[in-house]
Structure formats: C-alpha cells, structure tokens
C-alpha cells in the first residue's frame, strides 16, 4: 500500500508536467524524466536516511549540513545532466535547488506527518494499556477487600453466638488470607 503512494505522488507531479505542457516534445520529456529521477533520489535518501538517522535523533545540524549537501549535489547532476552550456548551467542551478527544495518540504512535511499520526496512535494504545492494568489491579484488590469483609462478618456472628473455636479458625483463617496476599 505505501508504494502506491509514492506512486501515486511521483505520478502526480508527472501528470500536472504533461498538463501544462501539452505540446511537450520527446527532449522535454527525457528531461522531466531526468529531473523525476534525481529528485526521487535525493528525496528518498532524505526519508529513508537523513530523516530517521539525524533528524528523528535530534541531530539537526547534522541533518542540515546533509540535506543542504544532498540538494546542492542534486542540483549541479540535474543542472550537469540537462545542459552543458556552462552559464545557463549557473542559471539552472538556483532553479534546480529551488525546485529540489519543494520536493524535500513536501515529502518531509508528509514523512513527518505520517510519523506523528504513528507516535499519536502508540501513545493511545500505551494509554489503553495502562488503562486497563490499573483495571485488573483495581479488580484485584475489590476481590481481597469483600473476602476480608466477609471474613469479617463472619467472625462477629459467631462472636456472637459464642462459638469460640469457630471465630478462633476464622481469625486464623483471615490472618493467612492476609499472610498470602
């Protein structure tokens, strides 16, 4: 399932490129193609990399001085790829960066986001269990508390019909429930 979503979010931007260029000749695909490629490379080297050994370890400068490197690296072989012409290869690169930029904000934004719903969902379910421990312990001791009330109730009536070696057994009886528990 979760490949469909890359899918489906590299096949969007591909769509809306076929879209606003409809008159779009062969070169102009085999460079959207080129741009897509080195995109996605840098993108999920940000996800499956960069996102979860520096940034979800708090090790943001780390992380920044990274991604800056794997953007600027990624513009000059998008730039390097698509033209040869040194300066419009200059002027491609701010271009590039810009666009690579976009990728990353979004695909992060989306990464971040999906690991915030996750930690949301961990979070209910250790609260759920919590719940329902301080349930069973709760359970636990009603059940002790209404045997020694019984216990109880028990040895004042035969305190009271003066049946002494029956209370004797019953005080014993409750001081090894007490004992056990």
């Known amino acids: 399932m979760r490949i ?6 590299w096949l969007g ?4 490129f076929i879209y606003q260029n409809p008159d779009g000749t ?18 999920y080297t940000n996800i499956f990399f960069l996102l979860p050994q520096f940034f979800f370890r708090k ?15 990624g513009s000059y072989v998008l730039g390097f790829g698509l033209t040869s012409d040194l300066t419009s290869l200059r002027n491609d690169y701010t271009q590039n960066f810009i666009n690579l930029s976009f990728f990353i904000i979004i ?20 609260e759920n269990e919590q719940l329902k421990t301080e349930l069973k312990l709760l359970k636990a001791q009603v059940n002790p508390h209404f045997l020694f009330n019984t216990l109880n109730n028990l040895y004042g009536l035969v305190i009271q019909d ?20």
Do not use: C, P
Not at 107 to 126: C, F, G
């Open 107 to 126: 695909t992060s934004s989306l990464k971040l986001n999906r690991q915030y719903q996750q930690n949301q969902a961990r979070l209910i379910q250790v």
């Open 59 to 73: 090790k943001y400068g780390y992380y920044s001085l990274l991604l800056f490197l794997s953007i600027a690296i």
């Open 26 to 43: 062969l070169e102009d695909y085999l460079s959207w193609s080129w741009i897509l490629f080195i995109s996605a490379i840098v993108v």
């Open 13 to 16: 931007f591909t769509l809306l």
């Open 4 to 9: 469909l979503y890359h899918i489906g979010f």
């Open 162 to 181: 003066k049946n002494q070696q029956t209370a004797d057994v019953t005080l014993k009886l409750t001081d090894l429930m007490r004992y056990l528990l």
